[in-house]
């Protein structure tokens, strides 16, 4: 089991997040597709996780999959996000969280259309979104 850095009891979770952002962070939700904030933005900048504040990915690597969620190639780095198998829903796919604080991000598939072939397929409601240039909170 991983240790997270960042731990909160799930009340502490529940003050902190939208019931939106709760839902998919905390209990593994997924945003209908074409809702979110993040699906068609494409400013320079940082996208972080929307529970704990951490890099995940940068908008050099955010790409348009048509797919209804925002869609990276690649993470900000190594330990930004965790892979774990997930076999919900009758099939097998690669679940993302974040590697701070364990809250759900999405889904990573193997058909991304980049170098990296990689697209990893993130709600919007997990992401927060510092613009390039603009300073810390």
């Known amino acids: 089991m991983t240790e997270y850095k960042v731990q909160k009891t799930d009340e502490?979770?529940?003050k902190e997040l939208t019931p939106e952002q709760y839902r998919v962070l905390r209990e593994k939700g997924t945003e209908r597709p074409g809702t979110g904030e993040y699906n068609l933005h494409f400013e320079d900048g940082i996208y972080k996780c929307a529970a704990c504040d951490a890099p995940?990915?940068?908008s050099e690597s955010k790409f348009d999959a048509h797919c209804g969620w925002p869609s990276f190639d690649k993470a900000i780095?190594?330990?930004s996000v965790v892979e774990k198998k997930d076999y919900s829903f009758g099939m097998v796919r690669t679940e993302i969280l974040c590697g701070t604080c364990g809250g759900h991000l999405g889904h990573v598939f193997d058909d991304g259309p980049t170098e990296t072939g990689m697209r990893y397929c993130i709600n919007s409601a997990s992401l927060g979104f510092?613009?390039?240039?603009?300073?810390?909170?």
Not at 130 to 137: A, C, L
């Open 12 to 14: 502490q979770w529940r």
């Open 56 to 58: 995940l990915f940068e």
């Open 77 to 79: 780095s190594e330990n």
């Open 130 to 137: 510092k613009k390039e240039g603009e300073s810390e909170k």
